[in-house]
């Protein structure tokens, strides 16, 4: 009986399958000369040991990726790629697991919106810590589920060995984007796919009140995740973070909208679910475009699919032409080629919500370095339980193996960012007037990335609290303006 249990065990076991270029990422400071860096020679000359490339770290430093540990096996009455989605709605004592006590900031932008920021671990003044700025999925917030699994388990050491008193320490920053968890529109704008400027303003302010040198992690999950690839791509080698991870990432809006229409899970259950969470949210907030001619609400209310909400909302808003054009200037597939900081992107294959499938950038990975794919064979969207009678989440093994890996690797190095490893750039066509869904000239070939103005006006005094998240709300006052 126990030898016909272990290998049903196996039948369902899933290794994961890992896409990495075949040219070496080297990790080096960005102090070291490049044309020596790559001699043994004159490493061995300098007393500096030979630099290590992004697939040994792997290989070597993330078991949970590479080797005896690098497989998913999803609770036998979960495996479905639905089940797995679904099952925190039909359990709700999963969200119970891995509560999370934040302080939360309320950041101001010069155009009158607002975002948070919601903190757990360290405080500020603490040196030595690094620190992971995470990004949420479609209308969610750092209540969610899947987030706080991956935040305590970074924050406990979930992957470090027993005893090891030289494992990184963490902290964690949640960008709840505009309206989001609680967080109150200030503004006509809301979040959407392509806009990534109230990112570079988080990072801003995150950088002003943070030790110089701090090392920054970028974390995202879902629509957060493709968030957050779209901007590593626009940003290239200016880009504070370190090294990230994008967690269930739809890589091409297009080709997972086309999925939602074609399959019955999709017109039936995913589509119209999505689109009633948007509704509700912009009902929530319908105050903030009282008077906007740009949009109806009745119009918005009507509709029945995620589609139709990119149709009467968020083109009108963001200044689209059509939702086609939204969805391919913010798919973030397009830019992966730039990203010039070690990436990790974690996606299952059956992932029902952004059709994993027919979008997976197999060629990007293969042609950037930096880039490296994740995928396992199950796992749904967000969903990656296993465990037979209380099913956890499995993603935040090798989420956290990545990060102290870099995280090791970057101190071993004595530098806050590793040297950036570029492709050539290439034209990447942009809409005008598309709200900053790209910051790239669609009309100069190889035209570099142009300044932003940082938004940051302080944080607000107004009331912070949030029934959502818990623990501790603290108003902080903080009038410093960033200058460019």
């Not at 706080?148 to 008193?165: F, I, K, S």
């Amino acid at each position: 009986l126990c030898t016909s249990f272990l290998l049903l065990i196996l039948m369902f076991t899933q290794p994961v399958e890992l896409t990495i270029s075949s040219t070496p990422r080297p990790l080096r400071s960005p102090r070291d000369d490049h044309a020596e860096a790559s001699s043994s020679s004159s490493s061995s000359s300098s007393g500096r040991p030979p630099s290590r490339n992004l697939a040994d770290v792997v290989h070597t430093s993330c078991p949970y990726l590479y080797g005896d540990k690098a497989y998913f096996t999803p609770t036998m009455w979960l495996n479905s790629p639905h089940l797995q989605t679904i099952y925190p709605k039909i359990n709700k004592n999963v969200n119970a697991i891995d509560p999370i006590d934040y302080r939360r900031q309320l950041v101001q932008l010069k155009d009158g919106g607002t975002f948070s920021l919601d903190w757990t671990g360290p405080g500020f003044e603490e040196v030595g810590v690094d620190t992971v700025v995470v990004l949420h999925g479609l209308t969610g917030g750092s209540h969610e589920s899947y987030l706080r699994n991956v935040v305590a388990a970074l924050l406990r050491g979930q992957t470090v060995p027993e005893g090891d008193t030289t494992a990184p320490r963490w902290r964690a920053v949640v960008m709840n984007s505009r309206g989001c968890s609680n967080t109150i529109v200030t503004s006509p704008r809301l979040f959407s796919a392509a806009w990534t400027h109230d990112l570079r303003c988080a990072l801003a302010y995150i950088q002003q009140v943070l030790p110089q040198g701090t090392r920054l992690y970028g974390l995202g999950f879902s629509l957060g995740a493709s968030i957050l690839l779209k901007y590593l791509g626009e940003e290239r080698d200016r880009t504070p973070f370190t090294a990230a991870t994008a967690v269930g990432p739809p890589y091409d809006l297009l080709v997972g909208n086309l999925m939602l229409q074609r399959t019955f899970w999709g017109r039936k259950i995913y589509s119209p679910a999505l689109c009633a969470n948007l509704q509700d949210h912009f009902q929530s907030h319908a105050q903030a475009f009282a008077g906007d001619e740009r949009v109806d609400p009745a119009e918005i209310a009507s509709g029945s699919t995620i589609y139709d909400f990119d149709k009467t909302c968020v083109i009108r808003l963001m200044g689209y032409p059509t939702v086609e054009a939204y969805y391919r200037d913010a798919s973030s597939a397009r830019l992966m080629p730039m990203i010039a900081i070690p990436t990790l992107c974690i996606s299952a294959m059956d992932d029902p919500v952004v059709n994993t499938q027919e979008a997976l950038p197999v060629e990007e990975a293969l042609i950037n370095p930096n880039i490296i794919l994740a995928t396992t064979a199950g796992g749904g969207h967000l969903g990656w339980f296993e465990g037979s009678w209380s099913p956890r989440r499995w993603v935040s093994n090798p989420i956290c193996d990545w990060f102290n890996a870099l995280a090791r690797e970057a101190a071993s190095l004595g530098v806050a960012q590793f040297d950036p490893f570029l492709l050539p750039v290439y034209s990447v066509p942009t809409y005008a007037g598309a709200g900053g869904a790209s910051r790239f000239d669609s009309g100069t070939h190889g035209q570099q990335p142009g300044p932003w103005e940082p938004e940051v006006g302080g944080v607000s005094g107004r009331e912070a609290g949030t029934e959502e998240t818990g623990g501790t709300h603290e108003v902080v006052q903080n009038d410093a303006t960033l200058q460019e």
